[in-house]
Nanobody, 125 residues
């Protein structure tokens, strides 16, 4: 089991920045790939960003490329999402997710076994 707890959500004006953090505990963190998804009411969870177990490969959804940066610190068992140039359409609940094995990134929510509780991000225009 991997337990995940997100933090750092909040409200920001368009053009602003927020940083999300996800703290992991339980099974070995650094053999899992990690990802951030987001969800708005009535829609499926959308892949935002992901990275492999050592951070060697990163992937981003088309809507966030060039604005968001995912990173991880295996010594601290954390993964972060730096969000810049935020837009109102980035408003969503953001979830941290983990899957094994750690060398593969998947882009569909059902491929991830472990999830945090989510943190709300609201971007006002």
């Amino acid at each position: 089991q991997v337990q995940l707890v997100e933090s750092g959500g909040g409200m920001v004006q368009a053009g602003g920045s927020l940083s999300l953090s996800c703290a992991a505990s339980g099974r070995t963190f650094n053999d899992h790939s990690m990802a951030w998804f987001r969800q708005t009411p009535g829609k499926e969870r959308e892949f935002v960003a992901g990275l492999t177990w050592n951070g060697g490969r990163t992937f981003y959804g088309d809507s966030v490329k060039g604005r968001f940066t995912i990173s991880r610190d295996n010594a601290k068992n954390t993964v972060s999402l730096q969000m810049n140039s935020l837009k109102p359409e980035d408003t969503a609940v953001y979830y941290c997710a983990a899957r094994f094995p750690g060398h593969i990134i998947e882009f569909r929510a059902y491929d991830y076994a472990y999830w945090g509780q989510g943190t709300q991000v609201t971007v006002s225009s």
